[in-house]
């Protein structure tokens, strides 16, 4: 895989990359303790959220993506030591503008979904 972006995530706490094609990633998230929100284990959705993240910029894979906007739903609760594989595709394509749809499953039942808009801008958002 020809990872551009993200290079510095902490893939224990974002997901790990199992499949990186033109326009479209997959990312495993394997929840555990440190991701607990209440005494139940119910995984706090920030950590959801930013494993659809992560997997959105994947699916654009340019050296200076950055989010712009989502809108997100959370279908199913999660439960810590559970993994939740995201899959994200770029659906539409407008000027420095991308719009990547990412999936979140749990054992094949979808417990996820939303809409990521990403722009590429010409240099990183943070140089100077």
């Known amino acids: 895989m020809d990872i551009k972006t993200h290079k510095l995530i902490d893939r224990s706490l974002s997901g790990e990359p199992l499949k990186l094609e033109e326009k479209y990633a997959e990312v495993?998230?394997?929840t555990d303790e440190r991701m607990r929100a209440d005494e139940t284990g119910l995984v706090h959705g920030g950590f959801l959220f930013s494993s659809?993240?992560?997997c959105a910029m994947l699916a654009v894979n340019h050296p200076n993506v950055v989010l712009a906007g989502a809108n997100v739903r959370f279908l199913k609760p999660v439960r810590a030591g559970e993994s939740v594989l995201f899959k994200g595709k770029v659906v539409k394509e407008e000027g420095k503008k991308r719009s990547v749809l990412v999936e979140g499953f749990r054992e094949g039942e979808k417990v996820f979904e939303g809409e990521f808009l990403a722009v590429v801008p010409?240099?990183?958002v943070l140089k100077r």
Do not use: G, Q, T
């Open 28 to 30: 495993l998230l394997s």
């Open 52 to 54: 659809a993240d992560y």
């Open 122 to 124: 010409r240099e990183h």
